[in-house]
Structures are given as C-alpha cells and as structure tokens.
C-alpha cells in the first residue's frame, strides 16, 4: 500500500492492514514553510504526524520516505493538477522543476516497493543511505518484525 502525502486519519490509522506500507510525503523545509503561530494548528499538526507514524510503523514492513526541499503544491498537486498549477503561479509558488523532479522520484519509489514487494525482486533504493538525492528514508520496519 502507498500514501502519497496524505494523512491516515480516521479509519485506517486504527486499522491493522497485514501488508506493506510505504509512505511517501514532502518534508517541511524551513525554505517554504514558516511554523504556524497558532497553538490549536501546531496542535493538530503534531497530532496528524504522530498518527501517520503509528500507521505507518505498524506495518511490516513500513517505510516513510520524505523528498526534501519541495513546497507542498509542487510535491504532487501541481505536477498532475493543471488547475492546481494555474492557481499556484497566481499565487507565486511556479516551480515547475520541482514538481517534474519529484514526480521522477516518486515513480521510482513506488516501482521499487512495488518490485520488492509483489515481484520479489530485492531492491538497492529502499536500502539507500538517508539523506542521498534528497531522500531521507526516516525509518523502516523490517518484514515479520514485532
């Protein structure tokens, strides 16, 4: 199973899915992002994060990868949503690059997850080193580990 960038509230994060799991999501670069000064938001913020961690430890195996330095429009929406990216550049936030690039990396990923984990073919990107390419994979829980 992948989540792309997307929250595992609700139903699935208090279910228990005997599967593989990998998360996929961009990570907060202090570059785009200023922290919300509002108590209740870093509040719910906190808590998304943590419920999206126990999801995606929970199953075996779990990774979370996070894609570096990329705005959150441009992680996904605007690559693949040509209305998303007319309102992001009415809004400033064009960044093209980013977005063709980050759709390169996730494809790559999910083909890698999905070899491993339906052709069985071992794959050396899920192994990877943190931090390479601007990848960090900050965790990963091993197949049958309890």
Do not use: C
């Not at 441009?74 to 063709?100: C, H, I, K, Q, Y």
């Not at 790559?108 to 390479?132: H, I, N, Q, W």
């Amino acid at each position: 199973m992948i989540n792309l960038d997307g929250s595992p509230l609700g139903a699935l994060s208090k279910s228990v899915l005997p599967k593989p799991l990998m998360v996929i999501k961009h990570a907060t670069s202090p570059q785009y992002w200023t922290p919300p000064r509002d108590e209740k938001v870093r509040a719910m913020q906190a808590r998304v994060g943590e419920e999206l961690s126990f999801v995606y430890l929970k199953r075996r195996p779990g990774y979370r990868v996070d894609i570096m330095d990329f705005k959150h429009l441009t992680f996904s929406d605007m690559a693949v949503l040509p209305a998303w990216a007319d309102r992001g550049r009415r809004f400033g936030e064009d960044n093209a690059a980013d977005a063709e690039t980050t759709l390169s990396l996730i494809r790559d990923y999910v083909r890698a997850f999905f070899d491993e984990f339906l052709l069985g073919s071992t794959s050396s990107l899920l192994d990877r080193a943190p931090g390479k390419y601007g990848i960090s994979i900050l965790s990963r829980t091993k197949l049958g580990a309890g």
